[in-house]
């Protein structure tokens, strides 16, 4: 799973949350655009995601006492963004599942990335994870509602990220990758709706292997 269910990113909201003006004010603001209000001038187009500056981390619950945490190390995503129509905007991301990291600390004694691969993800036979999304509804000035069809274990279902929009900026001499923007996106979702069921704990007890899947994502898209 070095790519995580997942899952990614994402969507931004770029509409103004000021006052409203009085009407002497109005043919000023009328005429100020949105991505200056949002504190963004990164113009509208089809964007890359930026890997190395990308990180897809889940968790979930180990016996009740503690959250296992791991990450996906490979994926891809382009993202249509438009500061002036934010639910107009979508996002498509595709995760490797062998690309999945866990850390475990005696890969000698146990490869805990091979065991989860398998029992969990069963990356030979589902070797991708896709988001599409599907809806945008904006909740803030920054701050959206991306709804999408994850594809995961071969089975694919609706789910909802919470997305936020950090900022961005135009093409220019400081970055040779182009304009840059930068999301953070959060979610959970039941992977037993995917039909991965190994380890899950008995009704009423903890003891084992949580069924819900927090995910956490902050990507960088760039346009050259």
Do not use: W
Not at 29 to 44: E, F, I, K
Not at 93 to 102: C, D, F, H, N, W
Not at 122 to 130: E, Q, V, Y
């Amino acid at each position: 799973m070095k790519t995580t269910p997942f899952l990614i990113v994402i969507a931004a909201v770029l509409a103004a949350c000021s006052p409203q003006p009085k009407p002497a004010e109005t043919r000023k603001t009328a005429a100020a655009p949105v991505a200056a209000q949002s504190g963004s001038d990164a113009p509208a187009g089809e964007y890359a995601m930026d890997l190395s500056h990308t990180s897809v981390n889940f968790r979930l619950s180990h016996l009740g006492l503690s959250f296992y945490t791991a990450r996906f190390t490979q994926a891809d995503g382009k993202l249509a963004f438009d500061p002036a129509k934010p639910a107009a905007q979508g996002v498509s991301v595709t995760i490797e599942a062998g690309s999945l990291q866990t850390n475990y600390p005696d890969p000698a004694k146990l490869d805990f990335d091979t065991l989860i691969e398998k029992e969990f993800l069963d990356a030979a036979r589902f070797p991708r994870i896709t988001f599409k999304s599907t809806k945008v509804d904006p909740t803030g000035p920054r701050t959206a509602r991306v709804t999408g069809d994850l594809s995961l274990h071969g089975v694919t279902r609706p789910v909802t990220l919470e997305a936020t929009f950090n900022g961005g900026y135009k093409k220019g001499a400081m970055d040779p990758a182009g304009a840059r923007i930068g999301f953070s996106a959060k979610g959970t979702f039941k992977r037993s709706d995917f039909g991965i069921t190994y380890g899950l704990p008995a009704p009423g007890t903890p003891m084992g292997v949580g069924d819900e899947v927090e995910v956490m994502i902050e990507s960088e898209f760039t346009r050259g």
